[in-house]
């Protein structure tokens, strides 16, 4: 919307009333500085977040989820949801099912791991396999010589519904580098 012009009269009233005014003489002065502007820590920034992200998907220590049966002696894999029974357990420790299928995640970085580790299950499931192995590695080659994809396998296992069960595999099948893993029946 326009703004209405001033009438005639006020405009020459104006310039009687500032007719003998003077304009000031230009300050000799330095302009005031101006504050700087804090620099910002980007990748600081990033890494937070990345922090943030993995703290919230992927923690370290896992807490028992509902009454879960899950038991860890030092660096043993082992779990089993409420329900499965004991003999199923001894026979999966014991290498009395037949693995189907074998998921391998050596040089695959965590989320590579977590997506190939989700697509596999995901054909595993359609193909109504039961028994698998995950080969997530020892960790010898990582930065700290600890099993990085190991820790993190653990718990994207337990998320699954799909999961029953998952044990260390036995030394002949991959030992502490890889993990049996019992699945959900299709017809269940």
Known sequence: ??????????????????????????????????PR???????????????????????WEILDQGGAD??????????????????????????????????DLHGLRSDGARLALAEFLAACARRDIRCV??????????KNREPVLKH????WLMQREDVLAFCQARPADGGSGAAIVLLKSGAR
């Not at 000031?24 to 330095?30: E, K, S, V």
């Not at 993995?54 to 923690?59: G, H, K, R």
């Not at 038991?71 to 009395?96: C, M, N, T, W, Y």
């Not at 993190?152 to 718990?155: A, D, M």
């Open 152 to 155: 993190k396998l653990r718990h």
């Open 133 to 142: 192995r995950i080969v997530h590695g020892k960790g010898l080659r990582s």
């Open 1 to 34: 919307m326009a703004k209405p012009a001033a009438p005639p009269e006020d405009a020459h009233l104006f310039r009687q009333g500032v007719a003998d005014t003077v304009a000031l003489p230009p300050a000799n002065r330095a302009a005031p500085p101006r």
């Open 70 to 103: 899950s038991i860890e002696s030092g660096e043993e894999l082992f779990f089993a949801r409420p329900g499965v029974p004991a003999a199923a357990l001894r026979k999966l420790r014991r290498g009395g099912w037949v693995v189907r299928a074998e998921l």
């Open 37 to 59: 502007v804090k620099p910002v820590p980007l990748q600081r920034l990033k890494d937070e977040q990345q922090a943030l992200v993995d703290s919230l998907s992927d923690p």
